[in-house]
């Protein structure tokens, strides 16, 4: 299935194909490299230590010391603790997946239902208050961008007013707010002004809930000179991306 988008006053053609999972610009016949692509350049070392930590933590709960172990038990523990962290990431991922949709729904003013699950229901009231406390109005949700000069593209989370200004902000529900989201919204940011000129913003906002407990937390990047550090890092890892994607086709067939 595909989905347009109008963009540029109409003189953009944006399609996103869901079966492939990328953008195209029809104008052009070219597909676009979205934000989150260009970032996955980036080496995410906390990963590495997360995914091992679950799998030893996976291993402590299936070997008891005194007991004896045959060649096949120990076999299937070895292997299920490979996967361990996969396991746990589609569980958190599911409860994170749901917490988004409901508040996404929530900025496009569509009154959904206050959940059940007692999780989900803690991180929703704590972003309620967070949005009273903090006198925030959400402007814009889940707007596709594009920026044609550099050429990527992306969907940011929400346009806000937090205490009066405006910033372009992202929604995570991961277990910390990693430095490359800067460059991710400072990406967004950018690709908006160029389509809309006249919007000013004061920075970029990051709104971190946590999957498991609730946890909310902001990050704010302000300051002209801190968004230009950001978005220079971002182009410096679209380059890098693109870069690797036309070496591909200089590596050898081994098949």
Not at 127 to 134: A, E, P, Q, S, Y
Not at 183 to 201: D, G, H, I, M, N
Not at 232 to 248: C, H, T, V
Request: hydrophobic share 35%.
């Amino acid at each position: 299935m595909s989905y347009e988008n109008k963009l540029y006053k109409g003189k953009v053609t944006l399609m996103f194909e869901s079966r492939r999972h990328r953008y195209v610009w029809e104008e052009e016949d070219r597909v676009i490299k979205s934000v989150t692509t260009a970032l996955k350049i980036i080496a995410k070392p906390a990963l590495i230590h997360w995914a091992s930590t679950m799998a030893v933590e996976y291993i402590i709960e299936q070997i008891a010391p005194g007991q004896s172990y045959d060649e096949v038990e120990l076999e299937t523990i070895w292997e299920a603790a490979k996967w361990a962290h996969k396991n746990k990431k589609v569980h958190a991922g599911k409860i994170g997946t749901i917490l988004h949709k409901w508040i996404e729904s929530y900025i496009k003013g569509e009154k959904p239902q206050m959940p059940v699950n007692k999780k989900l229901k803690r991180s929703v009231k704590r972003f309620l208050k967070w949005k009273k406390d903090h006198d925030v109005k959400f402007l814009i949700s889940e707007q596709v961008t594009f920026s044609k000069k550099y050429g990527y593209c992306g969907t940011l989370d929400f346009i806000c007013s937090y205490y009066g200004e405006n910033y372009v902000g992202d929604l995570k529900t991961s277990s910390g707010i990693y430095p490359e989201t800067f460059l991710q919204t400072a990406a967004y940011r950018y690709s908006r002004v160029e389509e809309f000129p006249k919007e000013k913003y004061a920075g970029q906002l990051i709104l971190r809930i946590g999957r498991e407990d609730g946890t909310l937390e902001v990050g704010i990047i302000r300051g002209k000179e801190n968004y230009r550090n950001m978005f220079k890092a971002f182009i410096y890892a679209l380059a890098l991306s693109n870069s690797m994607d036309n070496l591909k086709k200089f590596v050898p067939d081994r098949k």
